[in-house]
């Protein structure tokens, strides 16, 4: 028969303080181990969603993000010509020819510069990205000096606001929209006429044609046709894998981080759970000897302590967790190095960095407790009796 | 320096939890000292940047080019003393991964304005000589074991194509928190080549780099320039050197933040290790603490002995986890030298440690004091372990 588990709850109160203070240890790890995961998840999640898996991009051959990328309007026009893109609702096909050029904006509350995606969009750029939606006021006109912002603009940059005006290149651009593009980098962009975007900063070329396949299918007749092309010296991917690399080195960066973190913290919460194991058994010399005498086995007395051990374990990570799980609470802005400009993300909670958090916390409990079980099981009875 | 004994004899009783408490401290040390130095060399790069040196870019923003003919115009500037330029070049060596940070640069004034970069004569007159040639850091050329005369090829990702470079000279640094992996080539030669493959991007440069003649004059010599170029196809901003990388340094500031939050969380997990082994400890001797009270010491006494303790197992973590953290700093600086060229141990990060482990120390022993002092005579001694 084994020990009850109430024997190890009962002892686990009877030291409170020392319990707590373990616990409250082990609970620290697992909320930055949880933490650093839900940033980097966070982050590559809004760039994955950003693009759309049946929407294709096409970039100047050797540039990794638009704003390094040309695509010239001759090659724009063979783009058009291609019979794999979709129609719109009017009969139009759905291709749009855009630009993406960095301005320097200022933050609220800390007044420091940062570089924000002002994008040209066409008329078809919106029907692209039907997760952009707009919140309060209304689309741009064509040809005007109207501009739309994202939400994230919105609300973490100065002066930016319906009727405000915004000066770059000479010109004032009249905020008339916020539109909200949910958890994706669109949010973190300002949109205007393009043609308007190219004679301002004297661009001659777009920056990227992005169009709607009609099936999905046709991805590999697109790249091949592109490879085949010589006039063609662009290259295609799936926009949502053009955004899911744009997170790549930011997200891998972040990993590293919090992984060679989170093994260092979690030496100093072993070493916590240890201790307080190697008490608990020291405290209990007697306790264990009377146990053994009524019968139970060296093996139930070793399942006891690492029980009890795990179960601190297990206690730091729910603990842990639940707090990390607040985190989703908040937005950061930071930029992203890849494409040099500002992007706004949330901690994000998945069942991966649950799992991985209590396997985590449950590894901890059991490294602390598995020395002071075995210690626990190999006293022998007499001596153990002894013990006052 | 009979208390000091009794202090020491006390902490030792339990060795394996005194080891073990030690060993926490000396890695929560350690982790607070490499967090504090990563953070700083986040911002080396404002460190090293001079407060007498004015950086002038397209007031838009960093990627948009400057016309190269302002280098007369900001020349006549009253109190400019010399004017470079350059441009940010972002070559690629083999993979994406080797990244090292490479710019085309006017070789002359270059060297002129930044006197820290340190080259041998007969290499820099080499250096001047060849528009192929290029000037390397010294720890660049460790890392990729490049040595004068060899042939570097770059792959453009904002100016494409496979460029050529020869190595010409290498750089040492003058000061400690000088960086040591840059990659500096003729701004002519990317020009030159720009003529023949996109001729409508040519005679443009990055961003301007401008020596004052006194420091004091710094500010309105950057009022003047921006003011000469207002209205025009590209408007200027210029600011101080050191302003300038504060900016590059604060967009990623998000991150600066986390890093430096968390490096606090590792205080807080060894104080619960700590405070852990103080409640342990105390609770185990409250018999003792009983008898010492019937023999008249009074609550002081107690409250130093604990205190004393705890001082005294952290002072020592303190010291081991100081005498870690310069060799896993340069273990370090070796792997990351590609992220963070400079990582340096600053003698204030050694000074946070301190106060770090006396917090530690003082706050672990609060609660277990306040138990031993409440704690009555006849209580005390009525229980048993």
């Not at chain 1, 002892?11 to 949880?34: E, H, P, Q, Y």
């Not at chain 1, 009524?294 to 639940?322: C, N, P, T, W, Y």
């Not at chain 1, 989703?328 to 930029?335: D, E, G, V």
């Not at chain 2, 005679?203 to 301007?208: I, K, N, R």
Request: net charge positive; glycine share 8%; with cysteine.
């Amino acid at each position: 028969m084994a020990i009850p588990l109430a024997y190890n709850f009962r002892n686990l109160w009877t030291r409170r303080l020392t319990t707590l203070l373990t616990v409250s240890g082990m609970a620290l790890v697992v909320f930055v181990f949880a933490s650093i995961l839900m940033l980097a998840e966070g982050l590559q999640k809004t760039l994955i969603e950003t693009g759309s898996f049946n929407n294709v991009v096409f970039l100047r051959k050797g540039s990794n993000s638009e704003v390094v990328s040309g695509v010239t309007r001759g090659q724009a026009s063979i783009l058009q010509t291609f019979p794999e893109i979709a129609m719109g609702p009017r009969g139009q096909k759905l291709l749009s020819k855009e630009i993406v050029v960095l301005v320097a904006l200022n933050k609220k509350g800390s007044d420091k510069p940062s570089n924000v995606v002002l994008r040209g969009m066409d008329e078809n750029s919106l029907f692209l990205r039907p997760q952009i939606r707009l919140v309060e006021g209304r689309l741009p006109r064509m040809g005007s000096t109207e501009i739309i912002v994202g939400t994230n603009i919105a609300r973490r940059f100065k002066d930016i606001g319906i009727d405000e005006k915004l000066c770059c290149g000479m010109r004032d651009w009249r905020i008339v929209g916020i539109f909200d593009a949910g958890n994706t980098g669109f949010s973190s962009e300002i949109w205007g006429d393009e043609d308007q975007f190219m004679q301002t900063f004297r661009r001659s070329v777009y920056s990227s044609v992005i169009f709607k396949l009609r099936d999905s299918s046709e991805f590999e007749n697109v790249k091949s046709r592109i490879e085949g092309d010589p006039r063609l010296t662009l290259e295609v991917k799936r926009e949502n894998k053009y955004y899911a690399d744009q997170s790549e080195i930011m997200a891998k960066f972040l990993r590293i981080l919090g992984i060679s973190l989170t093994i260092i913290f979690s030496l100093g919460a072993i070493i916590g759970a240890m201790i307080t194991m190697y008490s608990a058994v020291a405290n209990r010399i007697a306790e264990i000897g009377t146990l053994r005498a009524l019968g139970f086995k060296r093996r139930d007395i070793l399942i006891a302590f690492l029980l009890e051990s795990l179960l601190l374990g297990f206690l730091g990570g729910v603990l842990g967790l639940f707090f990390a799980s607040f985190m989703q609470l908040i937005t950061i802005s930071t930029m992203n190095f890849q494409t040099f400009s500002e992007l706004a993300f949330s901690f994000s909670l998945n069942s991966q960095i649950i799992y991985m958090g209590m396997a985590f916390a449950l590894i901890m409990g059991f490294v602390g407790g598995v020395l002071p079980a075995i210690r626990a099981s190999r006293m022998i009875i007499v001596d153990a009796l002894r013990a006052v | 320096m009979l208390i000091l004994k009794v202090l020491f004899r006390n902490a030792f009783r339990n060795k394996l939890r005194t080891g073990l408490t030690l060993l926490g401290i000396t890695i929560a040390i350690l982790a607070f000292g490499l967090l504090r130095t990563l953070i700083g060399a986040w911002y080396a790069g404002v460190e090293a940047s001079s407060a007498t040196r004015l950086v002038t870019r397209n007031s838009v923003s960093i990627i948009f080019p400057l016309p190269h003919f302002y280098k007369d115009k900001i020349q006549q500037v009253n109190g400019v003393k010399t004017v470079s330029y350059g441009t940010w070049f972002g070559g690629v060596y083999g993979e994406e991964k080797n990244f090292f940070a490479n710019f085309a640069i006017e070789p002359r004034s270059f060297l002129q304005l930044y006197p820290e970069f340190v080259l041998p004569p007969d290499e820099k007159e080499a250096f001047l000589k060849d528009q192929k040639g290029c000037v390397i850091g010294k720890k660049l050329a460790a890392k990729f074991r490049w040595k004068r005369d060899d042939i570097v090829t770059l792959k453009g990702t904002i100016f494409l194509g496979n460029w050529d470079f020869v190595v010409r000279a290498i750089y040492q640094g003058r000061d400690k928190d000088t960086d040591e992996s840059q990659f500096f080539f003729h701004w002519n030669y990317l020009n030159e080549i720009q003529k023949k493959t996109l001729p409508g991007w040519t005679d443009q440069v990055g961003y301007y780099m401008i020596g004052v003649t006194r420091p004091e004059l710094a500010g309105d010599v950057a009022v003047a320039i921006d003011r000469l170029f207002k209205n025009s196809l590209a408007e200027t901003l210029t600011e101080t050197e050191k302003a300038f990388q504060q900016g590059f340094v604060a967009m990623s500031g998000a991150i600066v933040m986390a890093i430096q939050i968390v490096s606090f969380v590792v205080i807080f997990i060894i104080m619960a290790v700590v405070a852990n082994t103080m409640a342990m400890t105390t609770r185990e001797r409250i018999g003792e603490y009983a008898i010492l009270k019937t023999l008249g010491f009074g609550g002081g006494h107690i409250t130093a002995l604990i205190f004393g303790e705890s001082l005294v197992i952290t002072i020592m973590g303190y010291l081991l986890g100081v005498a870690a953290t310069f060799p896993a700093t340069k273990i370090i600086s070796n792997e990351l030298g590609t992220y963070f060229p400079v990582f340096n141990i600053e003698r204030e990060t050694l000074f946070l440690n301190f106060i770090a482990a006396l917090c530690i120390g003082f706050v672990a022993a609060i609660i277990p004091t306040w138990r031993a002092i409440k704690i009555r005579i006849a209580d005390g001694l009525r229980r048993i372990g």
